[in-house]
C-alpha cells in the first residue's frame, strides 16, 4: 500500500481560495485514480474529485468551476486548488489513492478545512 499525506488545510474566509496537496510514498505514476473526498461534520463522506492515470479529471457537481484537481507524477503529489470557498466547503479532506490490479486502496489521514463567512 502506498501511504498518503495530506497538507495545506487551514481557515479562510467565504470567498477565498486555499491548495491542498497529497504527498504519496511512492510512485503514484501507475495509480488508477487519485481521488479527493471531504467529510463534513454530521455528514457522509463524498467524493469531491478525482483525477485518472491518463490526467483526466472529474468533479462533484457541487465545486465545478471551483475547484481543481492536478497530480504531478514526478513529485509523487496530487493537488486540489480551491478557489470560491464556501462555508459549505467547510470539512475534512482525505486523499485517496485507487488501483485495480495490484488492489491498492489508500487513504491519508485528513486535512481541516474551515471556510468562515
Known amino acids: 500500500q502506498v501511504q498518503l499525506v495530506e497538507s495545506g488545510g487551514g481557515l479562510v474566509q467565504a470567498g477565498g481560495s486555499l491548495r491542498l496537496s497529497c504527498q504519496a510514498s511512492?510512485?503514484?505514476?501507475?495509480?488508477?485514480?487519485m481521488g479527493w473526498y471531504r467529510q463534513a461534520p454530521g455528514k457522509q463522506r463524498e467524493l469531491v474529485a478525482f483525477?485518472?492515470?491518463?490526467?483526466?479529471?472529474k468533479y462533484a457537481d457541487s465545486v465545478k468551476g471551483r475547484f481543481t484537481i492536478s497530480r504531478a507524477n514526478a513529485k509523487n503529489t496530487v493537488y486540489l486548488q480551491m478557489n470560491s470557498l464556501k462555508t459549505d466547503d467547510t470539512a475534512v479532506y482525505c486523499c485517496?489513492?485507487?488501483?485495480?490490479?495490484?488492489?491498492?486502496?489508500?487513504w491519508g489521514q485528513g486535512t481541516k478545512v474551515l471556510v468562515s463567512s
Open positions: 511512492a510512485s503514484i505514476v501507475s495509480i488508477d485514480i
Open positions: 483525477i485518472t492515470h491518463t490526467g483526466a479529471p
Open positions: 485517496n489513492a485507487r488501483k485495480i490490479i495490484p488492489t491498492i486502496n489508500s
